[in-house]
């Protein structure tokens, strides 16, 4: 993996604000994000995590300042970039394997390239078997996980994931992180992935942007010093308890003052 | 797999047990026969005019179906419409309410006139009377896509067309059987509506609706029961084909049709 410190920055935003008929939701977004860095958007519901998410993604324009993704605009560098959202949303219409041919198949892929490469990504998640099944006869898990298959089938370089597990039980979603995590060191993706869970963002994030609300701003950022094999046991060790006491303390912190 | 059988039976029980009453008013009051015919008599004319009445339902049959499969093609092309511009749609969308509570009854003669008569204005009155339902659920299953699902689409640099044919229109089948469930009960309806204006054109033989007019003028009140009879089976078919078509097309996918909802 690249070091950090001297990588090249592929998300840029530079003063970035939105407002929503005269409200300002967010102010002043100034964030540097490196390629294969994982870093996590927290905050309390109302941050505009959320939306800096999707104008990251080039979904809602920016109202003030800058975004650039690899050095272009977000509609332009759509192509190097996946959304993972909050909801599965599967088209109920299409079997799982469809469902995550969907994007090859808008971009134009000939059939065949497209079946190979959506059963690839579903033995990425663990769901080759489902290939045939209908969305409604999944559960709400492996609906998630069709869903991250569907944003690997395209190869992307960055992912964007806006709360995916927040629907999920504690036990799975636990379990899907894990899954995340060793998929994102195996791949190296740069990681984007807003969450309300202090434990979520810490397990997952090598950074921690905090944000607060009314309007959202960046409260501040915590390095999160867990290695990079982060396993099921990395959550039993005192340095991740610490961790979240520290990050707990300052959301806390912010919403009193 | 048992329960849906006993239902049956006991509806069929119910109608055997009213035949029966009816049956036994007729005698016991001596009811005369062009008031009130009895089960018996009303079988035994279904027997001895067989022909002319299955010739009957299918000529309405054909006005019917042709008028719903019109209302189908038209109202998906209407709301197609609707669905990307929602100013044309604020500003036509009331005329479609219109076509729903304009008295189909009182229009009949105005297509007879304009149209003249025969099979072409009985269609016509099946379809205008279908429209509505078609445009109204078509248009709302196209509009009601969920905002997330545009932006998956818009991720991959989807086209507009892109969006609408494999998003929205798929999204809106559901919808769209609804409208045509409605709508293939009432396209009988208005056909028979409309051939009791119209009907009358080919020589001899008309539809339902124009004989049960030329039976009930000739106090033919038993033949009149069986068109009667043969008008509610003749709906009851659209509805339950209507009904089976949405079943097959959905019941891979969509939770609520994965059996095959009684009536």
Redesign the interface.
């Known amino acids: 993996m690249i070091d950090a410190g001297i990588a090249i920055s592929e998300i840029r935003c530079s003063g970035v604000g939105k407002q929503y008929g005269g409200n300002p939701v967010l102010q002043d977004i100034d964030l540097t994000i490196a390629k294969g860095e994982f870093v996590s958007l927290l905050g309390p519901s109302g941050c505009g995590k959320s939306t800096l998410l ?1 104008m990251i ?1 080039g ?1 809602v324009p920016a109202s003030s300042g800058e975004i650039a993704v690899n050095g272009m605009t977000p509609g332009n560098a ?2 190097m ?3 993972i ?3 599965p ?1 599967l ?4 079997t799982v394997q469809r469902n995550v041919e ?2 090859l ?3 134009g892929a000939p059939r065949e390239r497209r079946k190979k490469k959506a059963m690839e990504a579903l033995a990425l998640v663990g769901l080759s078997a489902v290939a045939n099944f ?3 006869d999944l559960s709400g898990g492996m609906k998630m996980r069709v869903s991250i298959a569907r944003a690997l089938a ?1 190869r992307p370089q960055v992912l964007l994931m806006d709360e995916p597990f927040a629907a999920l039980d504690e036990i799975t979603r636990d379990r899907m992180n894990e899954e995340l995590m060793r998929l994102q060191q195996e791949h190296g993706w740069t990681v984007i992935f807003v969450t309300h869970s202090v434990s979520e963002a810490v397990f997952l994030s090598s950074r921690i942007v905090l944000l607060r609300a009314n309007p959202g701003r960046i409260l501040g950022t915590v390095a999160v010093d867990l290695g990079d094999r982060r396993t099921r046991e990395t959550r039993d060790t005192e340095k991740f308890e610490e961790t979240v006491t520290r990050v707990s303390k300052l959301l806390r912190g912010a919403q009193y003052e | 797999m048992k329960r849906p059988l006993i239902a049956a039976i006991n509806a069929l029980a119910v109608f055997a047990v009213m035949l029966f009453l009816w049956q036994l008013i007729v005698w016991l009051f001596r009811v005369p026969e062009f008031m009130l015919p009895s089960p018996l008599e009303v079988a035994s004319v279904i027997a001895s005019r067989f022909s002319p009445l299955v010739e009957s339902l299918l000529i309405t049959a054909e006005a019917a179906a042709g008028g719903l499969v019109l209302s189908i093609v038209a109202g998906m092309a209407v709301a197609l419409v609707f669905a990307q511009s929602p100013w044309l749609r604020r500003m036509l969308y009331p005329y479609t309410i219109l076509l729903q509570t304009v008295p189909i009854i009182a229009i009949a003669p105005l297509i007879l006139m304009w149209v003249g008569p025969g099979i072409g204005s009985v269609t016509l009155v099946a379809f205008i009377i279908c429209l509505a339902p078609i445009i109204a659920n078509t248009t709302q299953g196209l509009i009601s896509v969920e905002e997330n699902l545009i932006h998956l689409f818009l991720m991959h640099n989807a086209s507009p067309s892109q969006i609408l044919l494999r998003l929205r229109l798929p999204n809106a089948m559901p919808n769209l059987f609804v409208g045509i469930r409605i709508s293939a009960g009432i396209a009988v309806i208005g056909a028979i509506t409309g051939e009791l204006f119209a009907g009358s054109s080919r020589v001899g033989q008309g539809g339902l609706g124009y004989s049960i007019l030329y039976a009930s003028a000739q106090l033919q009140t038993d033949y009149l029961f069986a068109l009667v009879l043969a008008a509610t089976i003749l709906g009851f078919v659209f509805f339950f084909l209507a009904t089976f078509f949405e079943w097959y097309f959905l019941h891979r996918w969509h939770a609520s049709k994965r059996q095959l909802e009684a009536l």
């Open positions: 999707k993604a979904l759509r192509e970039m996946s959304f959202f909050q909801d949303t088209l109920p219409w299409r969907l994007g198949e808008l971009e209908y969305p409604q395209s």
